[in-house]
């Protein structure tokens, strides 16, 4: 059997990076940008007025406090110009600094009366409350580099630059498949020795939150339904995700089918925690990974491989993460320990707090958790207060 740092580098040398494809703007939030986008102007285009009130000619506050109101600037007119140095022309946020003016003096700092703007003071700059042509970029300047996560910011700078179509990075084609003739739908009212198929919709709902759709199939414990199932999806989809039919069961075939199917298997078992008996093998570019069947060996499973090589296939970067335990923990195998726990904060440190529960098989209080702090198989006794990496379950649970 590998560690978890072997398996975890095997999944690294077997993800390839995902081809590109172009799709609508309005779509394209959470996805990877797969060019690079360019200023097609400057920004801001124009010298912007950035405050409500007067546009004047910063060298009259030498000579004058007055100044005559020539005419309106509002937001989305041409740009006036200031016909005579003497007045001044009232400005609206985001309007056009007028020509001849270059310094905005807010409404709050000027009295108006009978159509003429009297300073407060003349204490004031030139180019003040303006955001002047260019000062963030200049035309042609790059913005997003390719390999940008498209998130609502970056959606901001799209937009802005008139991208209606966006070239990101493909989503995989992925499939989920149970295993075993104990599953039952979940509309269904299942016999005594029967279960509703819940890892499915677990592995469904952890796929959505990482953007990526993908459809759920049954496939029964017989040797020749899996095979003709699995070469049929081998051929539709580029990752086939299974639960359960991985361990050493008389109907857990999955292992020899995989062989039978020409299938590589580059994992079968891993020293951890649970998913002792995680699987992965490939054919071509094509991906199958078998998760055991227990409902937390399957999600922290997913987590800790799958995710890594869909990370890769986005061209995605994983910052690890740590988090403070919270409890003396002893585990004497020489296992990796996916310890269960539900994250809290104290003076900015993430504290991990370990969920009680039966094993793996657990899904009452797996439901509780939001992550996995993963404990190393070298060690046997983990102090309250000593830092380990953490997974999280969700995207946004920090
Ligand atoms: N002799 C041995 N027995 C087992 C070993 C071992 O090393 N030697 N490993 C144990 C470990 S650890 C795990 S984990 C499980 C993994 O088993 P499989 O991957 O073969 O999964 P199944 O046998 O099909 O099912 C196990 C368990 O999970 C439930 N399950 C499966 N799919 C679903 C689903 N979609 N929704 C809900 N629950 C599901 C299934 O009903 C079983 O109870 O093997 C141990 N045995
Ligand atoms: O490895 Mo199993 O996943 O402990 O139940
Ligand atoms: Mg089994």
Redesign the pocket.
Known sequence: MISVAEAQNIILEHSTKGGTESIAFEICLNRMLAEGIYTDRDAPPFDRVAMDGIAIDSRQLLKQQSFFIEAIQAAGQEQKPLKNPENCIEVMTGAVLPYHTDCVIPYEKVTIQNGIAKLDSMAHKPFQNTHRKGIDAKKGDLLLPSGTWIQPGVKGILATTGNTQVKVVKLPKVMIC???D??VPIESEPLPHQ????????LQAALKELNVEAKTT?LP?DKAKLTSAIKQLLDEFDVLL????????K??Y?PVVFQELGLQIHIH?VKQ?????F?FGTKGTKCVF?????????LVCFHAYFKLWLNQYLGITLIPNYAYLTKDIVFKKPLTNHLLVKTSHDNGKTMANPIANSG??D?VHLALANAFLSLPSEQDEFKKGELYPITYFHQNSF
């Open positions: 149970s295993t075993g104990e599953l279960i509703r198929r819940s890892n499915v919709y677990m049954h414990d299974f639960s359960g039919a991985v361990s050493k069961g109907y857990d999955l078992g925690k649970p998913g002792k008996p699987l078998g998760f055991p069947g227990n409902p937390t060996s399957t793996s098989g899904l």
